[in-house]
């Protein structure tokens, strides 16, 4: 959840997971917030949807989400509450009170039935209450059904519903200005009075009862509820659901887009039930897919941009034109400004934890001087200085140097802690530390060995240097590739002198995400 993904789709119904699997395909880092209320979780089975037929929806969506960890896509089960839109992305906020970010979102909530105010209703929803032919009629072929008229497509319903058996009664209840012509016509029965409730014996549909108390013996009542769309938290990036029509009449809501899913917010896209009510469950896969797609070349040209500026832009020194060489389409930057710009652009990018490895090997430690190189916003550096030692902070983001003082005079701590500015292929530190750590400095392989060798060189006699990064044969998150800015912590190792009188490299594997993630971890104790 502290990362920023390229992209986070919310749902993860048929189209988000469908959305997700193609850009995971297309090597995309991808979070998907499902809030866990798919609106055909009550149904039996998947209808119509090719290879797939009578595929049990809740059996469906877990073989999406394998499909998708097998790419290196992430799921979280949460619910989203906003979205913010900033100059580099979004910032997605959930119920729990965690936050995540996105280059792109694509929204996949689906729809909510309004279900009519009949007693025992609701409960049979989606089992013999019933409210698409295609969806359902084939199992009740045959069957005594009956049409609940609830607005304009009573007529249009019961006629498609005569099509699959002979015995179709239709209920005036509260909506009984229609056509009564073809539906007499093709033998449909019509019934008047408001219908009070649905009775069922050993769970099956044996009746629907009206308010005079008569009982009209039915196997499957068929409701045409008008639907919501889920999506008022997008009220703040002005997106408001348009009415769907039906002759004249209104029948639900929408999210508008075009063809492909995109809105009227650059970089949001919505596929499935929430821009198409009458999407089945293979159409709303098709819309997911091809949103995702859309994002993805998008996401292309967008790259191929950024790498054509910076090959043009001058560098100044060595480290910068290894920082351009290296951003190619699919590495994030790594130089000065583009780190400024990701923290300028949203308010918080890191949790504020200190690294597991960190205190794994620092809590048994006298404390004394400590550098933490790559601070980041402070999370190590304040742990540190909360632990007694006093700290030297070192990043090259002004923006994450100033929140990390911020918070280290909030815990009490801002005496014991320097915050310096600067690049680390250039600082030099003016003294020794009985502790330099740094944690996940992925930049080009010439500047990381200046800067390795230079933190090597700070440690002072009796010091500990720790180095931690991302393992580079860890792919589940759906890192980047970018083999350049990889190391192992063997690779670590062999740089250093006879200076040390133990060295240890090895990997490990902690928890992040609710998954299994591993660092390669280097610990070097100085003579």
Not at 166 to 180: K, Y
Not at 385 to 395: F, L, N, P, Y
């Amino acid at each position: 959840m502290d990362e920023k993904y390229d992209v986070v789709v919310v749902g993860g119904g048929a189209a988000g997971l469908s959305g997700a699997v193609a850009l995971a395909r297309s090597r995309r880092s991808v979070l998907v917030v499902d809030s866990g209320e798919p609106r055909n979780a009550p149904a039996g089975h998947v209808h119509n949807y090719l290879g797939r037929e009578s595929t049990p929806p809740a059996e469906l969506l877990s073989l999406g989400r394998a499909e998708l960890a097998g790419y290196g896509g992430e799921v979280v089960a949460q619910t989203v509450t906003s979205i913010a839109k900033g100059d580099n992305g979004f910032e997605i906020s959930l119920a729990d009170g965690r936050r995540t970010h996105a280059r792109r979102v694509l929204v996949a909530t689906g729809l909510v039935d309004e279900l009519p105010d009949v007693a025992g209703l609701a409960a049979r929803w989606g089992r013999d209450v019933l409210h698409c032919p295609y969806c359902h009629g084939w199992e009740v072929r045959d069957r005594a059904v009956g049409v609940l008229s609830s607005g304009p497509l009573t007529v249009h319903q019961a006629l498609m519903w005569r099509q699959l058996t002979d015995d179709v009664v239709v209920f005036r209840h509260t909506h009984g200005d229609f056509d009564e012509t073809p539906l007499l016509a093709r033998g449909v029965r019509i019934v008047d009075g408001v219908v009070a409730a649905v009775e069922a014996e050993d769970d099956q549909l044996t009746g629907v009862r009206l308010e005079s108390g008569e009982v009209v013996a039915r196997e499957a009542l068929a409701v045409a509820a008008p639907a919501k769309t889920r999506a008022d938290f997008l009220a703040p990036l002005g997106i408001e659901p348009e009415p769907v029509e039906f002759n004249g009449f209104v029948i639900g809501t929408r999210v508008p887009a075009d063809a492909t899913g995109r809105t009227s917010v650059p970089g949001l896209w919505v596929a499935g039930n929430v821009t198409d009510m009458r999407a089945q469950v293979v159409v709303s896969a098709a819309a997911g897919l091809m949103a995702g797609a859309a994002i993805n070349g998008e996401l292309v040209e967008e790259e191929a941009e950024e790498a054509v500026r910076l090959r043009e832009m001058p560098f100044s020194h060595e480290m910068e034109r290894e920082v351009a060489r290296a951003n190619h389409a699919d590495a994030p930057p790594f130089d000065r400004a583009s780190w400024e710009e990701r923290y300028r652009s949203q308010d918080e990018m890191w949790s504020g934890r200190p690294n597991d490895q960190l205190v794994t090997e620092a809590r048994d430690l006298e404390p004394g001087h400590a550098l933490d190189a790559g601070c980041g916003e402070g999370g190590d550096a304040i742990w540190l200085a909360q632990q007694g030692w006093r700290v030297t902070a070192v990043d090259f983001s002004t923006t994450a140097i100033e929140r990390g003082r911020a918070q280290a005079g909030k815990l009490g701590v801002a005496d014991r802690i320097a915050w310096v500015a600067a690049d680390l292929a250039e600082w030099v530190p003016e003294s020794k530390f009985d502790l330099v750590t740094t944690h996940f400095l992925h930049v080009p392989s010439a500047a990381r060995k200046v800067a390795f060798a230079r933190l090597a060189d700070a440690v002072a006699p009796g010091g500990t240097l720790l180095v931690v990064g991302h393992d580079p044969a860890d792919h589940h998150a759906g890192r980047p590739h970018m083999p350049d800015m990889m190391f192992t912590a063997e690779e670590v190792a062999e740089t250093l002198d006879q200076s040390w009188a133990s060295v240890a490299a090895e990997v490990r594997e902690r928890t992040a995400a609710e998954r299994s993630v591993r660092d390669t971890v280097l610990v070097a104790r100085k003579k």
